[in-house]
């Protein structure tokens, strides 16, 4: 059994880095791992979250916007003071240009290490369970042009809100 501060301290962890890849903050991303963890996505990417970072960017750039929800997160302890995750993630990929939206179902898998009092993941990979494409129809959201809209940037109305007051 996982204590309670550290699965809440892991599930923000996870949070943080579909929060940085939806508001591509590079900060944001980075700070989900130490930076000697190990991430590894097939033949897309192995290494050092720093690369891991500019990869991510690059990939998100060409998207119009994003989102990542997480939930069903499972965390098992592995021995060395380690814990496992699984969590579950879908993801929404609007590609503006075309019309079209990319949506995957997979799972964030990875060891999380606590350094400090703080816990990070020090491996990670993702497994992609399934995927589609599908055209979008964007009359609605454009039609509704006065409604506060999000951004995909340190000026998105999170920041503002999630500061420290």
């Known amino acids: 059994?996982?204590?309670?501060?550290a699965a809440e301290a892991i599930r923000q962890a996870l949070y943080t880095y579909a929060r940085g890849v939806d508001r591509r903050d590079p900060d944001l991303i980075?700070?989900?791992?130490?930076p000697d963890a190990v991430i590894t996505l097939g033949s897309i990417y192995s290494g050092a979250p720093a690369g891991f970072v500019e990869v991510a960017m690059g990939f998100m750039?060409?998207?119009a916007a994003t989102r990542h929800?997480?939930?069903?997160?499972l965390l098992v302890p592995v021995g060395d003071g380690r814990i496992a995750y699984e969590a579950y993630v879908r993801t929404w990929h609007w590609q503006e240009a075309d019309g079209r939206e990319l949506v995957v179902l997979g799972r964030y898998l990875g060891?999380?290490?606590q350094r400090d009092g703080v816990w990070r993941s020090?491996?990670?990979?993702?497994a992609?369970?399934?995927?589609?494409?599908?055209a979008v129809d964007a009359g609605w959201f454009e039609a509704n042009g006065e409604l506060p809209k999000g951004r995909r940037d340190r000026d998105d109305e999170s920041?503002?809100?999630?500061?420290?007051?």
Do not use: S
Not at 1 to 5: D, K, Y
Not at 30 to 34: E, L, P, S, V
Not at 159 to 165: F, I, K, Q, S, V
């Open 128 to 134: 992609m369970d399934w995927g589609e494409t599908r």
């Open 122 to 126: 020090v491996a990670h990979t993702e």
């Open 69 to 73: 929800d997480i939930g069903n997160v």
């Open 61 to 63: 750039g060409m998207f």
């Open 1 to 5: 059994m996982v204590e309670a501060h």
């Open 159 to 165: 920041y503002r809100w999630l500061a420290a007051r």
């Open 111 to 113: 060891h999380a290490e």
């Open 30 to 34: 980075a700070a989900a791992f130490w």
